[in-house]
């Protein structure tokens, strides 16, 4: 059963930069899209982007040129990285697998959630 | 405003049965397949549907789903308290190149 643990700073400055990690355990590293997922407070739920084994990404369109994933497949981490923050950036963050078959995907695991607040 | 449109809340007794609709667009529900997530608050979301109709093992047969042109169902019978979360439908948007959500509903078991 694999396991996804997080973390990173829970609190930023407007304009400075988000980072968070995501650790996978027990498991395949290569084969899956490995996403970030966010939640801001009294929303429903954002996909910010993924990244696969080899560094191949797809990003939100609305998030893009604020947007850096990177993976580590030396230690089965991946990462995300989002800057010039603002009060809107403020969400829950979920890394999260997404296991694609040859005709379908869907998120199969999650991370524990990383609560980021962006206040000056 | 979400890709995807689904009902802010739906509510129903216990033990009733209650559905939830996903409506989208042929780039997206129209011609790829769609999965539904619970997400109880405090938790990270749960796959309950994949393939618009297939079940993860561990998940009763009292979830279904269902796909038809460009919109998508789940249901849930034998409400039970327990159920009482936001659910959210997702799918890719071949358009956007992206994964989009629904805005989410809530499920009130009265």
């Not at chain 1, 490995?34 to 982007?49: A, D, F, H």
């Not at chain 2, 799918?91 to 805005?103: H, I, K």
Request: hydrophobic letters at 30%; a positive charge; proline letters at 5%.
């Amino acid at each position: 059963q694999v396991h996804l643990q997080q973390w990173g700073a829970g609190l930023l400055k407007p304009s400075e930069t988000l980072s968070l990690t995501c650790a996978v355990y027990t498991g395949s590293f290569s084969g899956y899209y490995w996403s970030w997922v966010r939640q801001p407070p009294g929303k429903g739920l954002e996909w910010i982007g993924q990244i696969n084994h080899s560094g191949s990404t797809n990003y939100n369109p609305s998030l893009r040129t604020r947007l850096t994933m990177s993976v580590n497949t030396s230690k089965n981490q991946f990462s995300l990285k989002l800057s010039s923050v603002t009060a809107a950036d403020t969400a829950v963050y979920y890394c999260a697998r997404r296991y694609c078959d040859s005709i379908s995907c869907h998120f199969d695991s999650w991370g524990q959630g990383t609560l980021v607040t962006v206040s000056s | 405003q979400s890709v995807l449109t689904q009902p802010p809340s739906v509510s129903a007794a216990p033990g009733q049965k209650v559905t939830i609709s996903c409506s989208g667009s042929s780039s997206n529900i129209g011609n790829n397949y769609i999965s539904w997530y619970q997400h109880l608050p405090g938790t990270a979301p749960k796959v309950l549907i994949y393939e618009n109709d297939k079940r993860p093992s561990g998940i009763p047969d009292r979830f279904s789903g269902s796909k038809s042109d460009t919109s998508a169902t789940l249901g849930i019978a034998g409400l039970q308290t327990g159920d009482e979360a936001d659910y959210y439908c997702g799918t890719w948007d071949s358009s956007l190149s992206a994964v989009v959500f629904g805005g989410g509903t809530k499920l009130t078991v009265l």
